[in-house]
């Protein structure tokens, strides 16, 4: 799912680790969610949105999401 | 920080037996009981070495209930119990199909009875899940 995350991020002068400690998940796990391998729940991908003072749909494209399941399904 | 004083106390304790057991190994002579002697005490002692020193740094502590608790690590080991789960499924099914094919019919059941065993258990939780969310 592809998101703003590396933008805000980089807006705000926070590093992956900075956020990773402020949403209480590894840095690894920012490093997926930001390159879109991995989809959060809705638990990371709210207190995402909370740290840069947004709504969840603001920062996650909600649509790559369905277009990626529907190309699963296909295959 | 409880979990890692729990954990520290589970590993000391199997450390603990661990010894028990090499020592009950080495007075009878026991190969088997000496083995799994060495095994509990080597694997249990470097975990208890591992907690102790994350008892003393509560950074180092920190970082590793986050990772523990991280939800893609969950996620990994979820996915990864799961693709083990069926692999091995399909892998008895050959089994039992070429054993049955070669006549060695002993193997072929008692294989066959952990195959149906494990997918009885799987639909059972599969019910339960399916009730309880």
């Known amino acids: 799912m592809k998101n703003s995350i590396s933008l805000l991020r980089k807006e705000k002068n926070m590093t992956q680790i900075d956020l990773a400690k402020k949403v209480s998940v590894s840095r690894q796990t920012i490093i997926s969610v930001e390159n879109g391998k991995y989809n959060p729940s809705l638990k990371l991908a709210y207190n995402i949105a909370q740290v840069f003072n947004k709504y969840i749909e603001d920062i996650f494209d909600f649509n790559t999401l369905i277009e990626n399941e529907e190309e699963d399904d296909l295959i | 920080m409880k979990e890692i004083k729990r954990k520290f106390k589970f590993f000391l304790t ?99 009875c952990t195959f149906s065993f494990k997918l009885i258990i799987y639909l059972l939780f599969n019910i339960y899940f399916s009730k309880k969310y």
Request: net charge positive; hydrophobic share 55%.
């Open chain 2, 14 to 112: 199997l450390c603990l037996f661990g010894l028990i057991f090499l020592i009950l190994g080495l007075i009878s002579l026991n190969s088997t009981v000496i083995g799994f002697g060495v095994i509990a005490t080597v694997i249990s002692l470097l975990k208890t070495i591992e907690f102790s020193k994350l008892l003393k740094n509560k950074e180092l502590a920190k970082e590793y209930v986050t990772l523990i608790h991280d939800e893609r690590y969950k996620y990994i080991n979820m996915r990864a119990y799961s693709s083990a789960f069926w692999l091995t499924l399909y892998i008895e099914f050959v089994a039992i199909c070429i054993l049955s094919l070669m006549d060695i019919q002993i193997f072929a059941a008692a294989l066959g």
